[in-house]
Protein backbone atom coordinates (compact mmCIF):
# COMPACT_ATOMS: atom_id res chain seq x y z
CA UNK A 1 0.00 0.00 0.00
CA UNK A 2 1.07 3.76 -0.74
CA UNK A 3 2.84 5.32 2.11
CA UNK A 4 2.12 8.49 3.87
CA UNK A 5 4.80 9.40 5.99
CA UNK A 6 5.02 11.91 9.25
CA UNK A 7 7.65 12.65 12.05
CA UNK A 8 5.74 11.08 15.19
CA UNK A 9 7.46 14.42 17.02
CA UNK A 10 6.51 15.13 19.81
CA UNK A 11 6.77 18.73 18.28
CA UNK A 12 7.75 21.46 20.64
CA UNK A 13 6.59 25.08 20.36
CA UNK A 14 6.55 28.64 22.78
CA UNK A 15 3.01 29.82 22.64
CA UNK A 16 2.86 32.53 19.73
CA UNK A 17 5.58 30.72 17.46
CA UNK A 18 4.75 28.95 14.53
CA UNK A 19 4.76 25.29 14.18
CA UNK A 20 5.57 23.71 11.08
CA UNK A 21 4.49 19.71 10.22
CA UNK A 22 5.14 17.77 7.56
CA UNK A 23 4.24 14.95 5.22
CA UNK A 24 5.49 12.87 2.04
CA UNK A 25 3.20 10.86 0.65
CA UNK A 26 4.65 7.64 -1.87
CA UNK A 27 1.29 7.76 -4.31
CA UNK A 28 2.15 9.97 -7.13
CA UNK A 29 -1.69 10.12 -8.50
CA UNK A 30 -3.03 11.34 -5.42
CA UNK A 31 -4.99 14.15 -6.00
CA UNK A 32 -6.64 15.13 -2.62
CA UNK A 33 -4.66 15.99 0.73
CA UNK A 34 -6.25 16.61 4.11
CA UNK A 35 -5.01 17.64 8.02
CA UNK A 36 -7.10 16.64 10.33
CA UNK A 37 -6.41 17.61 13.72
CA UNK A 38 -6.95 14.73 16.73
CA UNK A 39 -7.48 15.47 20.64
CA UNK A 40 -6.29 12.81 22.73
CA UNK A 41 -9.21 10.47 23.30
CA UNK A 42 -11.30 12.37 20.91
CA UNK A 43 -12.03 11.85 17.17
CA UNK A 44 -10.52 13.30 14.08
CA UNK A 45 -11.47 16.87 13.23
CA UNK A 46 -11.19 17.98 9.82
CA UNK A 47 -8.84 21.43 9.95
CA UNK A 48 -7.74 22.06 6.18
CA UNK A 49 -8.24 20.57 2.29
CA UNK A 50 -6.10 21.37 -0.29
CA UNK A 51 -6.21 19.74 -3.75
CA UNK A 52 -3.72 22.50 -6.19
CA UNK A 53 -0.04 23.28 -5.58
CA UNK A 54 0.72 26.02 -3.57
CA UNK A 55 -0.56 27.62 -0.43
CA UNK A 56 -4.12 27.67 1.15
CA UNK A 57 -4.85 30.13 4.21
CA UNK A 58 -7.50 29.55 6.58
CA UNK A 59 -7.31 31.58 9.41
CA UNK A 60 -4.20 30.90 11.72
CA UNK A 61 -3.30 27.40 9.34
CA UNK A 62 -2.12 27.44 6.44
CA UNK A 63 -1.72 24.36 3.89
CA UNK A 64 1.21 23.75 1.56
CA UNK A 65 1.44 21.53 -1.31
CA UNK A 66 4.02 20.40 -3.65
CA UNK A 67 3.01 17.36 -5.86
CA UNK A 68 6.61 17.49 -7.49
CA UNK A 69 8.35 16.93 -4.37
CA UNK A 70 5.42 14.94 -3.21
CA UNK A 71 5.28 17.52 0.29
CA UNK A 72 2.45 18.13 2.22
CA UNK A 73 3.15 20.74 5.13
CA UNK A 74 0.77 23.06 7.37
CA UNK A 75 1.54 25.70 9.50
CA UNK A 76 0.01 26.84 12.50
CA UNK A 77 1.01 30.68 13.23
CA UNK A 78 0.51 32.26 16.72
CA UNK A 79 0.07 28.61 18.17
CA UNK A 80 -1.91 28.27 21.23
CA UNK A 81 -1.79 25.89 24.27
CA UNK A 82 -5.06 24.82 22.53
CA UNK A 83 -3.44 23.66 19.79
CA UNK A 84 -1.41 20.82 21.63
CA UNK A 85 -3.02 17.80 19.60
CA UNK A 86 -2.10 14.88 17.18
CA UNK A 87 -2.40 16.31 13.65
CA UNK A 88 -2.83 13.54 10.88
CA UNK A 89 -2.17 13.69 7.11
CA UNK A 90 -4.78 11.65 4.72
CA UNK A 91 -4.04 11.72 1.01
CA UNK A 92 -6.41 10.07 -1.22
CA UNK A 93 -5.72 6.67 -2.96
CA UNK A 94 -7.73 4.02 -4.97
CA UNK A 95 -7.91 0.49 -3.69
CA UNK A 96 -8.35 -1.08 -6.21
CA UNK A 97 -8.90 -0.50 -9.85
CA UNK A 98 -12.57 -1.15 -9.48
CA UNK A 99 -13.32 0.82 -6.33
CA UNK A 100 -13.56 4.42 -5.91
CA UNK A 101 -11.29 7.06 -3.64
CA UNK A 102 -10.19 6.47 0.00
CA UNK A 103 -8.01 8.40 2.31
CA UNK A 104 -4.58 6.47 3.41
CA UNK A 105 -3.63 8.39 6.60
CA UNK A 106 -0.23 8.79 7.78
CA UNK A 107 0.96 7.77 12.17
CA UNK A 108 0.25 11.97 12.96
CA UNK A 109 2.60 14.24 14.37
CA UNK A 110 2.13 14.98 18.12
CA UNK A 111 2.21 19.09 18.94
CA UNK A 112 3.00 20.56 21.89
CA UNK A 113 2.32 24.01 22.97
CA UNK A 114 4.05 25.73 25.72
CA UNK A 115 3.08 28.53 27.47
CA UNK B 1 -26.23 19.80 11.18
CA UNK B 2 -26.26 17.05 13.52
CA UNK B 3 -22.45 14.95 13.03
CA UNK B 4 -22.16 11.13 12.47
CA UNK B 5 -23.47 9.62 15.13
CA UNK B 6 -21.59 6.36 16.94
CA UNK B 7 -22.54 3.78 19.52
CA UNK B 8 -22.08 2.31 22.02
CA UNK B 9 -18.90 4.61 23.28
CA UNK B 10 -16.93 1.98 24.86
CA UNK B 11 -17.05 -1.92 24.90
CA UNK B 12 -15.39 -4.39 26.90
CA UNK B 13 -15.21 -7.75 26.13
CA UNK B 14 -14.01 -11.06 26.11
CA UNK B 15 -11.74 -12.80 23.55
CA UNK B 16 -14.05 -15.37 21.07
CA UNK B 17 -17.29 -13.04 22.25
CA UNK B 18 -18.90 -11.05 19.72
CA UNK B 19 -19.36 -7.42 19.43
CA UNK B 20 -21.67 -4.79 16.81
CA UNK B 21 -21.46 -1.36 16.30
CA UNK B 22 -23.65 0.87 15.05
CA UNK B 23 -23.29 4.03 12.92
CA UNK B 24 -25.68 6.81 11.44
CA UNK B 25 -23.47 9.41 9.02
CA UNK B 26 -24.54 12.76 8.55
CA UNK B 27 -28.08 13.18 6.14
CA UNK B 28 -27.64 12.94 2.67
CA UNK B 29 -24.25 11.99 2.78
CA UNK B 30 -23.60 8.66 0.38
CA UNK B 31 -20.62 7.43 0.93
CA UNK B 32 -19.94 5.79 4.77
CA UNK B 33 -16.63 4.39 6.23
CA UNK B 34 -15.25 1.78 8.90
CA UNK B 35 -11.98 2.88 10.18
CA UNK B 36 -10.04 0.71 12.99
CA UNK B 37 -6.92 2.99 14.79
CA UNK B 38 -4.92 1.17 17.00
CA UNK B 39 -3.50 3.49 19.70
CA UNK B 40 -0.30 5.73 18.06
CA UNK B 41 -1.55 5.35 14.73
CA UNK B 42 -3.56 7.10 11.91
CA UNK B 43 -6.96 5.37 11.39
CA UNK B 44 -6.97 2.23 8.87
CA UNK B 45 -9.94 2.00 6.52
CA UNK B 46 -11.85 -1.34 7.00
CA UNK B 47 -14.67 -0.88 4.69
CA UNK B 48 -16.27 1.61 2.10
CA UNK B 49 -19.76 1.97 1.32
CA UNK B 50 -21.76 4.10 -1.37
CA UNK B 51 -25.41 4.17 -0.97
CA UNK B 52 -25.82 0.69 0.15
CA UNK B 53 -23.28 -0.67 -1.56
CA UNK B 54 -19.64 -2.13 -0.80
CA UNK B 55 -17.21 0.21 -2.80
CA UNK B 56 -14.23 -1.10 -1.35
CA UNK B 57 -13.23 -4.15 1.58
CA UNK B 58 -10.06 -5.16 0.77
CA UNK B 59 -8.86 -4.66 4.50
CA UNK B 60 -11.86 -5.76 5.97
CA UNK B 61 -10.83 -9.62 7.90
CA UNK B 62 -13.48 -11.12 6.36
CA UNK B 63 -13.12 -13.89 8.52
CA UNK B 64 -14.27 -12.22 11.58
CA UNK B 65 -15.77 -8.63 10.53
CA UNK B 66 -18.45 -7.86 8.85
CA UNK B 67 -20.38 -4.96 8.05
CA UNK B 68 -23.20 -4.08 6.32
CA UNK B 69 -25.41 -0.45 5.25
CA UNK B 70 -29.53 -1.47 5.06
CA UNK B 71 -31.01 1.33 2.85
CA UNK B 72 -28.01 2.99 2.28
CA UNK B 73 -28.53 4.69 5.61
CA UNK B 74 -27.17 3.13 9.03
CA UNK B 75 -24.65 1.20 9.42
CA UNK B 76 -23.74 -1.97 11.59
CA UNK B 77 -20.04 -3.38 11.94
CA UNK B 78 -19.64 -6.96 13.65
CA UNK B 79 -16.69 -8.60 14.71
CA UNK B 80 -17.07 -12.35 15.61
CA UNK B 81 -15.30 -13.79 17.07
CA UNK B 82 -13.20 -11.19 18.56
CA UNK B 83 -9.54 -11.56 19.06
CA UNK B 84 -7.18 -9.48 21.47
CA UNK B 85 -5.50 -7.64 18.78
CA UNK B 86 -8.93 -6.17 17.63
CA UNK B 87 -8.84 -3.64 20.71
CA UNK B 88 -8.92 -0.53 18.90
CA UNK B 89 -11.27 2.62 18.48
CA UNK B 90 -13.47 1.95 15.90
CA UNK B 91 -13.90 4.99 13.59
CA UNK B 92 -17.29 5.67 11.20
CA UNK B 93 -17.42 8.69 8.70
CA UNK B 94 -19.17 9.78 6.18
CA UNK B 95 -18.97 12.35 2.96
CA UNK B 96 -21.29 13.51 0.44
CA UNK B 97 -19.93 10.99 -2.30
CA UNK B 98 -17.49 10.08 -4.52
CA UNK B 99 -16.27 11.92 -7.73
CA UNK B 100 -13.96 10.32 -10.20
CA UNK B 101 -11.18 11.58 -9.07
CA UNK B 102 -11.39 13.41 -5.72
CA UNK B 103 -12.32 12.28 -2.35
CA UNK B 104 -14.79 15.11 -1.29
CA UNK B 105 -14.11 15.30 3.16
CA UNK B 106 -14.44 12.77 5.64
CA UNK B 107 -16.46 13.64 8.89
CA UNK B 108 -15.92 11.36 11.73
CA UNK B 109 -18.27 10.06 14.73
CA UNK B 110 -16.91 9.91 18.24
CA UNK B 111 -15.47 6.42 17.71
CA UNK B 112 -15.97 2.86 19.99
CA UNK B 113 -13.42 1.81 22.18
CA UNK B 114 -13.00 -1.79 22.10
CA UNK B 115 -11.18 -3.45 24.24
CA UNK B 116 -10.74 -7.25 24.14
CA UNK B 117 -9.13 -8.99 27.66
Known amino acids: QKEVEQNSGPLSVPEGAIASLNCTYS??????FFWYRQYSGKSPELIMSIYSNGDKEDGRFTAQLNKASQYVSLLIRDSQPSDSATYLC???????????????FGKGTSLLVTP | EAGVAQSPRYKIIEKRQSVAFWCNPISGHATLYWYQQILGQGPKLLIQFQNNGVVDDSQLPKDRFSAERLKGVDSTLKIQPAKLEDSAVYLCASSPTIRDRDVYEQYFGPGTRLTVT
Open chain 1, 90 to 104: AVNYRPNSNSGYALN
Open chain 1, 27 to 32: DRVSQS
